[in-house]
């Protein structure tokens, strides 16, 4: 890492300008994408693996269970672009969506083998509007704190910050989950742990083994989101352009310079 910004410092044309995080809305705006990305791109792997092993539904119908969250994500991805057209505000969303996919979150991290269906639906609802409010307004707010020469590298650095946080999330919650499987399963068989490789397809001790792990997922997402909500109480308000940074660059270039005599 250090490598890298020493390297970035110096370079000419620099893949990431460090200069673009000096300014407060576009660091923020990465922050929040980054959160977003770890939950969407991290943890949404984990909760259809919980409804085939622990519910035991077939993958076509774990992949059908996820459609609550795809509304949540349609909601704030329509639904925030037109308030912040209409209102002009981009700070209020990012805090609404935070504040609400954190509850969902919450919600969702205490989930058990026998948890129903029926009583996770509004919180996925609530967790896919908050990522998309922050992916949105994440967008927009560093678009609108740069140049238009910077458009194009600022929108490439919130999408690389964004997969970034769901790499590093799949990794970490991919190892929760293993470590949980891995001491939950001998303790509830009483077993030591080198004897529960034969035993692993137990099926009681795989239901809750999985139902807790995913719960410890779901519980650390909560304060990546919640962090994600303090992020976006800091988030610097400035008005949105009136104009596209095209049209400002096209009369620039159409406008003859004053000779003088």
């Given at each position: 890492?250090?490598?890298?910004?020493?390297?970035?410092?110096?370079?000419?044309?620099?893949?990431?300008?460090?200069?673009?995080?000096?300014?407060?809305?576009?660091?923020?705006?990465?922050?929040?994408?980054?959160?977003?990305?770890?939950?969407?791109?991290?943890?949404?792997?984990?909760?259809?693996?919980?409804?085939?092993?622990?519910?035991?539904?077939?993958?076509?119908?774990?992949?059908?269970?996820?459609?609550?969250?795809?509304?949540?994500?349609?909601?704030?991805?329509?639904?925030?672009?037109?308030?912040?057209?209409?209102?002009g505000r981009c700070k209020p969303w990012?805090?609404?969506?935070?504040?609400?996919?954190?509850?969902?979150?919450?919600?969702?991290?205490?989930?058990?083998?026998?948890?129903?269906?029926?009583?996770?639906?509004?919180?996925?609802?609530?967790?896919?509007?908050?990522?998309?409010?922050?992916?949105?307004?994440?967008?927009?707010?560093?678009?609108?704190?740069?140049?238009?020469?910077?458009?194009?590298?600022?929108?490439?650095?919130?999408?690389?910050?964004?997969?970034?946080?769901?790499?590093?999330?799949?990794?970490?919650?991919?190892?929760?989950?293993?470590?949980?499987?891995?001491?939950?399963?001998?303790?509830?068989?009483?077993?030591?742990?080198?004897?529960?490789?034969?035993?692993?397809?137990?099926?009681?001790?795989?239901?809750?083994?999985?139902?807790?792990?995913?719960?410890?997922?779901?519980?650390?997402?909560?304060?990546?989101?919640?962090?994600?909500?303090?992020?976006?109480?800091?988030?610097?308000?400035?008005?949105?352009?009136?104009?596209?940074?095209?049209?400002?660059?096209?009369?620039?270039?159409?406008?003859?310079?004053?000779?003088?005599?």
């Open positions: 890492l250090g490598a890298f910004v020493w390297q970035e410092n110096r370079a000419v044309e620099p893949i990431i300008p460090l200069r673009l995080f000096a300014d407060g809305a576009v660091l923020s705006a990465t922050l929040l994408g980054m959160c977003a990305g770890t939950i969407a791109f991290g943890a949404g792997q984990f909760l259809p693996l919980y409804f085939q092993d622990s519910l035991f539904v077939s993958p076509t119908e774990s992949g059908l269970r996820m459609l609550p969250q795809m509304i949540g994500v349609t909601l704030g991805t329509f639904g925030i672009g037109r308030l912040i057209a209409r209102t990012p805090i609404i969506g935070a504040a609400t996919a954190t509850v969902g979150l919450l919600v969702v991290s205490g989930i058990s083998g026998d948890t129903s269906y029926v009583t996770l639906i509004l919180p996925m609802i609530g967790m896919g509007f908050g990522m998309a409010s922050m992916f949105t307004t994440s967008s927009i707010v560093a678009q609108n704190a740069v140049k238009f020469t910077d458009l194009g590298v600022v929108t490439s650095t919130i999408m690389f910050f964004r997969s970034l946080g769901g790499s590093i999330g799949l990794a970490v919650f991919g190892t929760i989950l293993n470590s949980t499987i891995r001491s939950e399963i001998p303790a509830r068989l009483g077993i030591d742990a080198d004897q529960a490789s034969d035993l692993i397809r137990s099926p009681m001790a795989v239901i809750d083994s999985v139902a807790i792990g995913v719960g410890r997922i779901y519980l650390v997402c909560a304060g990546v989101m919640a962090f994600g909500f303090v992020v976006a109480l800091l988030l610097p308000e400035r008005p949105l352009r009136t104009r596209a940074g095209l049209s400002d660059a096209m009369e620039q270039q159409a406008t003859p310079e004053p000779t003088t005599t």
